[in-house]
């Protein structure tokens, strides 16, 4: 993609170790510092550059670590990856994934990677549609072709998650499995997606000329787009659909100064 749009954009999805604490019941908990046992890590990753078709998922996790809590060799290179990214793609990234990545640089005394724009398809989600559910399981069930979320048959749960903290080699295949096609399926999820939301102007990004999210510069005028005191040229792409507008005020001058505005 960062030859049609002028930037780089990285599919991500982390998996993490559970907070490992002695508790009294398996209900209404609240669980005080002094109850944890041991604290949260990053277990694996898994990323690729979107719509890059010569770019294979990279993936790194912790099976081989001689402390599985040592998470930092596996964030020094994850770190270069944001760190040369222009966007993040994420499902729950703005909530999840991003933060608790940026937890951990903070915590191997990693300086900040440079600035990022971030797509979530769960905020897209949540703001355009009325799903049943904005989970990637069903997001990817229903509008995805190739690449639907995995169901982990054989570790159900949180099997997978406990035998990988146990060592269990067969464990952690399923586990690199899982989290690849995470971003598999959250690659084709954004694709479909993508008409309905711009969150990122890519125009930006671009030295010249004007192109859609989807890297076509193929554009028809359809009609207006009117703010309370400006009226703009509408246009939708013929590629992907997808709906934009001009910046030029297409109303004169002296026009403007006698349009009135509610109050």
Same mark, same amino acid.
């Given at each position: 993609?960062?030859?049609?749009?002028?930037?780089?954009?990285?599919?991500?999805?982390?998996?993490?170790?559970?907070?490992?604490?002695?508790?009294?019941?398996?209900?209404?908990?609240?669980?005080?510092?002094?109850?944890?046992?041991?604290?949260?890590?990053?277990?694996?990753?898994?990323?690729?550059?979107?719509?890059?078709?010569?770019?294979?998922?990279?993936?790194?996790?912790?099976?081989?670590?001689?402390?599985?809590?040592?998470?930092?060799?596996?964030?020094?290179?994850?770190?270069?990856?944001?760190?040369?990214?222009?966007?993040?793609?994420?499902?729950?990234?703005?909530?999840?994934?991003?933060?608790?990545?940026?937890?951990?640089?903070?915590?191997?005394?990693?300086?900040?990677?440079?600035? =990022?724009?971030?797509?979530?398809?769960?905020?897209?989600? /949540? +703001?355009?549609? &009325? $799903?049943?559910?904005? #989970?990637?399981?069903?997001?990817?069930?229903? =509008?995805?072709?190739?690449?639907?979320?995995?169901?982990? /048959? +054989?570790?159900? &749960? $949180?099997?997978?998650? #406990?035998?990988?903290?146990?060592?269990?080699?067969?464990?952690?295949?399923?586990?690199?499995?899982?989290? /690849?096609?995470?971003?598999?399926?959250?690659?084709?999820?954004?694709?479909?997606?993508?008409?309905?939301?711009?969150?990122?102007?890519?125009?930006?990004?671009?030295?010249?000329?004007?192109?859609?999210?989807?890297?076509?510069?193929?554009?028809?005028?359809?009609?207006?787009?009117?703010?309370?005191?400006?009226?703009?040229?509408?246009?939708?792409?013929?590629?992907?659909?997808?709906?934009?507008?001009?910046?030029?005020?297409?109303?004169?001058?002296?026009?403007?100064?006698?349009?009135?505005?509610?109050?």
């Amino acid at each position: 993609m960062k030859k049609d749009l002028g930037l780089k954009m990285l599919i991500l999805d982390i998996e993490t170790a559970p907070i490992l604490a002695n508790v009294w019941s398996l209900w209404d908990q609240n669980i005080g510092l002094g109850q944890i046992k041991k604290d949260w890590h990053v277990l694996s990753w898994a990323a690729k550059w979107y719509g890059d078709p010569a770019s294979k998922v990279m993936y790194m996790d912790q099976r081989s670590a001689k402390d599985i809590s040592n998470d930092k060799d596996i964030l020094v290179k994850l770190w270069h990856l944001v760190d040369e990214a222009d966007v993040i793609i994420t499902q729950n990234g703005n909530n999840f994934d991003i933060k608790k990545i940026n937890a951990r640089f903070l915590h191997h005394k990693m300086p900040p990677p440079s600035p =990022f724009r971030s797509i979530d398809t769960l905020v897209i989600a /949540k +703001k355009k549609f &009325g $799903f049943t559910s904005n #989970k990637l399981e069903y997001m990817t069930e229903n =509008f995805c072709k190739k690449y639907k979320k995995l169901k982990h /048959k +054989k570790f159900p &749960g $949180f099997e997978m998650w #406990k035998e990988c903290l146990g060592g269990n080699m067969e464990a952690w295949s399923a586990m690199e499995k899982y989290n /690849k096609w995470d971003v598999l399926s959250l690659e084709e999820l954004y694709t479909v997606l993508r008409p309905w939301s711009n969150p990122v102007n890519f125009n930006l990004y671009k030295d010249n000329g004007t192109v859609c999210s989807c890297g076509s510069d193929k554009f028809q005028k359809r009609g207006f787009f009117y703010t309370a005191v400006a009226k703009y040229q509408r246009y939708c792409c013929n590629k992907c659909g997808s709906w934009s507008r001009g910046r030029k005020n297409l109303i004169e001058t002296d026009r403007r100064k006698e349009i009135r505005v509610g109050i």
